[in-house]
C-alpha cells in the first residue's frame, strides 16, 4: 500500500513569507506526528495529533509555526513569517496508534529553504 | 526528560565484518527502543524495535540490536557488513507512559567500504 507523503517535496521561499506544508498519512494511521531535521542535526519533535484529541503542540518552536489535521487525515503544517533559521527538513510520520509499542512511518520530508 | 545518545558520529568498517553502532538512553519509566534507517535524500526507514521480552531482536537487512538494561543502552548490529548498509542511521526512545513522540539521537553515519 502507499506510504506516508508530503507536499511539495521542496520549498524555497523568502524570508518572512508563509509557507504551507502538507502531509497524508498511510490510510487507517491514527497518529500523525511532525518533525524538523535541520543539516547535521537529528530529529526535533514538533507536533502530534491523535484521533479527535487536542494534539500535542509541546514542540513547535515559536507561535509562527502552527498545524491541522482535517478529518483526521490530511495534516498541514503552516510556518508564518519565515526567518532563515527555520530552512531544514520537515518529516511526517503516522503510526496505527499513539500507543508506543507502533513505530512510526515516515515521508520523504519537504526540503524548505528561506533565502 | 527522555534522551538518547549516539556517542560517534561515523563508523567505519570494511565489507564483510561485522559493525556495531552505539546508542543509550535515558528515561524515567520503561523504554521502548527503535533504530531507524536514513538513505540520502529518503525519509527514515524503520529498523527495529524493542518494546518488551528478549533483550536481543532481530529487524531488517539482517540488523539486531541488544537492549541492556543496567548498562541502558541499545546498541545496533549486524554480522557482516554491506557496502549497501551505508547510510545515516538513528536511534530513538520513548517512555512506555508520557510524551508520544519519539526523542532520537543526533544519527551516526555509517560507510561500509569495500
Known amino acids: 500500500g502507499a506510504g506516508v507523503s508530503q507536499s511539495p517535496s521542496n520549498k524555497v521561499t523568502e524570508k518572512g513569507k508563509d509557507v504551507e506544508l502538507r502531509c497524508d498519512p498511510i490510510?487507517?494511521?491514527?497518529?500523525l506526528y511532525w518533525y524538523r531535521q535541520s543539516l547535521g542535526q537529528g530529529l526535533e519533535f514538533l507536533i502530534y495529533?491523535?484521533?479527535?484529541?487536542?494534539?500535542?503542540k509541546s514542540g513547535l518552536p515559536s507561535d509562527r509555526f502552527s498545524a491541522e489535521r482535517t478529518g483526521g487525515s490530511v495534516s498541514t503544517l503552516t510556518i508564518q513569517r519565515t526567518q532563515q533559521e527555520d530552512s531544514a527538513v520537515y518529516l511526517c510520520?503516522?503510526?496505527?496508534?499513539?500507543?508506543?509499542?507502533?513505530?512510526?512511518?515516515f515521508g520523504p520530508g519537504t526540503r524548505l529553504t528561506v533565502l | 526528560a527522555q534522551s538518547v545518545a549516539q556517542p560517534e558520529d561515523q563508523v567505519n568498517v570494511a565489507e564483510g565484518n561485522p559493525l556495531t553502532v552505539k546508542c543509550t538512553y535515558s528515561?524515567?519509566?520503561?523504554?521502548?527502543l527503535f533504530w531507524y534507517v536514513q538513505y540520502p535524500n529518503r525519509g527514515l526507514q524503520f529498523l527495529l524495535k524493542?518494546?518488551?521480552?528478549?533483550?536481543l531482536v532481530k529487524g531488517s537487512y539482517g540488523f539486531e540490536a541488544e537492549f541492556n538494561k543496567s548498562q541502558t543502552s541499545f546498541h545496533l548490529k549486524k554480522p557482516s557488513a554491506l557496502v549497501s548498509d551505508s547510510a545515516l542511521y538513528f536511534c530513538?526512545?520513548?517512555?512506555?507512559?508520557?510524551?508520544?513522540?519519539?526523542?532520537f539521537g543526533s544519527g551516526t553515519r555509517l560507510q561500509v567500504q569495500p
Open positions: 510520520a503516522s503510526s496505527l496508534s499513539s500507543g508506543g509499542r507502533n513505530e512510526q512511518f
Open positions: 490510510s487507517g494511521h491514527t497518529a
Open positions: 495529533f491523535q484521533g479527535n484529541s487536542a494534539p500535542d
Open positions: 528515561v524515567s519509566g520503561n523504554p521502548y
Open positions: 524493542y518494546i518488551t521480552g528478549d533483550n
Open positions: 530513538a526512545v520513548r517512555e512506555d507512559t508520557g510524551r508520544r513522540a519519539l526523542t
